[in-house]
């Protein structure tokens, strides 16, 4: 990585971060997955660890994985989201998600597995490398609407950049979410419509969901044009 990149993304965590506190959210970041499970199941136990960070089904920690809790000013958890590196083994996303999408399930309701699939897009067909993928972002409803969003989101990529300076970022969306425009308040700057089918096992109700990604370029640009408050519309 530059050094114009590192003073960048360093220069925008800081502003992001004193965006953050300023909205009263305090973030704390680690890589105990163990400790973000117990604290998870503590402030939203109604929707547990998303699958990928799941530390009872995968090896997580310093190397390979971070999360990000947010709490308000009384303690509360009121924001989660983590980042992990995903090993492609030389295949790009589309062959490896062609096989492996079951690991990426909706947080809630519990969709029927048998019924999902997986379709892939041109951009998971030119992704490979060293890939991360971005998820478990909730963020309580009093902080919805907000441009907390774009900042939160925004400093995980840079965050994970600063880590571990990846190929690419990758994530999932529901449908009616991406719609809204969260994927670009979130500073995703590609996305792609038709790549996961979930139907719920309690009501047969179909969703479907975006990919979403960017590529190390990308992520560079967005914090670029991001370090003040104005940044994150």
């Known amino acids: 990585m ?5 003073y ?28 973000y499970a117990h604290q998870l199941k503590a402030a939203r136990p109604e929707r547990p660890i998303a699958n990928p960070f799941c530390p009872a089904r995968h090896f997580l920690g310093q190397g390979n994985g971070f999360w990000i809790l947010g709490r308000d000013r ?8 983590a980042m992990r590196r995903i090993d492609l083994a030389d295949q790009p996303l ?17 969709p029927d597995l048998a019924k999902a699939r997986y379709r892939a897009g041109p951009g998971a067909r030119r992704i490979a ?15 919805r609407g907000t441009r907390l969003s774009a900042a939160l989101s925004r400093f995980a990529q840079a965050l994970c950049l600063l880590h571990w ?6 994530g999932f969306m529901p449908d ?7 994927a670009e ?28 990604w960017q590529s190390r370029a990308d992520i560079e640009h967005i914090i670029g044009g991001s370090v003040t408050g104005d940044g994150f519309e």
Do not use: N
Request: proline share 5%; with cysteine.
């Open 2 to 6: 530059t050094i114009q990149t590192t």
């Open 8 to 35: 960048t993304a360093t220069r925008f965590l800081a502003c992001a971060d004193a965006y953050i506190r300023s909205q009263g959210v305090f973030p704390e970041t680690g890589a105990d997955f163990s400790s």
């Open 74 to 81: 009384y303690g509360e958890v009121v924001h989660t989201q």
């Open 94 to 110: 589309s062959d490896f998600l062609t096989g492996q999408f079951h690991q990426f399930p909706l947080a809630e309701p519990e």
């Open 129 to 143: 490398g060293d890939t991360c993928y971005h998820g478990d972002f909730w963020l309580t409803k009093s902080y």
């Open 165 to 170: 300076r990846p190929d690419y970022v990758f």
């Open 176 to 182: 009616p979410i991406a719609f809204g425009g969260l």
């Open 185 to 212: 308040r979130e500073g995703y700057m590609h996305t792609e419509p038709f790549s996961l089918r979930w139907r719920l096992a309690a009501t047969g109700k179909t969703v479907e969901c975006f990919l979403v």
